[in-house]
Nanobody, 121 residues
Framework: VQLQASGGGLVQAGDSLRLSCAAS????????RGWFRQAPGKEREFVAA????????YYADSVKDRFTISRDNAKNTVYLQMNSLKPEDTAVYYC???????????????WGQGTLVTVSS
């Protein structure tokens, strides 16, 4: 299984950005897809997760109502639409996969390489 995250960049506060995570390999049983982020000097934290089959979504309180996780079955890709970005959203964003959604990073079996999001004030 390979996860390829992309879409990061440098934006200003209030801007939007969409991250993508394309999966390949034996992903048919990996119904839990998540996004985590890690800011400099901090631990990796949960951002959002989606149940691949049911479409149910889960969010950290810090991003609820600003971020939206979605999936494209045909492309085997998960997206993270980030609106109203704040400087505190600056981090390396990672996508991850496991059999069912979880907010705990230790539960995930597969990880992408990360994509850097920098939000300037």
């Amino acid at each position: 299984v390979q996860l390829q995250a992309s879409g990061g960049g440098l934006v200003q506060a209030g801007d939007s950005l969409r991250l993508s995570c394309a999966a390949s390999g034996r992903t048919f049983s990996l119904y839990g897809r998540g996004w985590f982020r890690q800011a400099p000097g901090k631990e990796r934290e949960f951002v959002a997760a989606i149940n691949w089959s049911a479409g149910s979504t889960y969010y950290a309180d810090s991003v609820k109502d600003r971020f939206t996780i979605s999936r494209d079955n045909a492309k085997n890709t998960v997206y993270l639409q980030m609106n109203s970005l704040k400087p505190e959203d600056t981090a390396v964003y990672y996508c991850a996969a496991r059999p069912s959604p979880s907010s705990r990073r230790g539960d995930y079996d597969y990880w992408g390489q990360g994509t850097l999001v920098t939000v300037s004030s």
